[in-house]
């Protein structure tokens, strides 16, 4: 039996029937407009430009509008009336309030006119830099409500989904054995009905997050496409040459499947890939590292890495020898030699479980092959 389990007389809060109403569309405002109140809602990030006169016939006492453009004569009536209201910040090259995931269109817009340089995914790396270093804590509290955005934002999109995390190091190149993979694990687990989240980057999360945008096509396709991202090897020397050749598969194969990912402009040399459909991106590693794991509910699968990927694996048994988020969920390394040898990660861990629920739910397997049906062992077990 395990020596840890959770305690039980631990008090919950009560839920609040009163629960804040999120309106994150026109359509959403509309339809609470009708009513006549807003009050209790959090209207966020909708442009109500075009919604004056129903700013100014509506109740909107005890309303929060989070990053929401109105015109000057609506802005001062609906404070007046006892909203709070947070404005768009000026001059961001990022929006704090957003509503919605990132998608790689988004993160790379301009890329093909002006460069990577000049895309919103660099400057807000570049602003990030630029306000850590000036210990600036205005530039901190947004960094913080960004954070926090993306991280409801990304509960929305996931809610009810079987998510599995893939984890792996960053300097994997393109046209490598281990790349393909990696692509072919993606696939597979898109395949099996999971929803695949990796940490966004590189190497072998880019592979994981393409092999699950392959999983509608027929096997040839996703080997055509390793073909050609092959040419543009690594994000080194050129970020823009390394995305575009991304966004040339996803235009030869436009109906990919979707993923998510978890990048953070924490490490301004791990680029986003453009394969995952969602990408929460944050400010905080640490939020980025814990929300990545808390999600992935349905198990965490290990290639090969470095010490990013030590951290996380361990970042991962903590919960699950603890019991802190219920049930242990299943951890899968892959490789036998990297794990036993190079980094001699599995004794440790074969040793913390031992005698606690989580032996029974991690496993240690030489290729990525096995890993659909470890996992499946492992979530009955």
Known sequence: MPTHTPPTDVPHPPQDPRKARKIETLEEFDEVALSGSFAGCRVQAVDLTERTFALLVTDTAQAVFLGCPMEPQALAHVRAGGALVFPPIPDLPFDPYRAAPYTPDELYAGLAEDGYPA?????????????????????????????????????????????????????????????????????????????????????AMEAVNLGAYAAPYDDVMLGKALELLARTPSYHPSVGDWAAAAFAVRERWPDGGPSCSLPTWFYGHEPSNPFAAHIGKFFANATREDGLLSRSTSGVVFLPGAAGTVQEVFEAATPNYYLSRGAPVPLVLVDRAHWTEELPVWPLLEALAAGEAMAARIALVDGVDEVPQALERLAGA
């Open 119 to 203: 895309t919103p995914d660099a400057l807000t790396h570049a602003w990030a830099q630029r306000t850590a270093a000036e210990e600036d804590v205005f530039a901190s509290m947004l960094r913080s409500i960004h954070d926090d955005a993306v991280s409801v934002a990304l509960d929305d999109r996931l809610r009810g989904q079987r998510v599995v995390g893939v984890m792996g190091g960053h300097a994997l190149r393109r046209g490598t054995a281990d790349y393909e993979g990696a692509a072919r694990l993606g696939r597979a687990l898109a395949r099996e009905g999971l929803t695949v989240v990796t940490g966004g980057g590189p190497g």
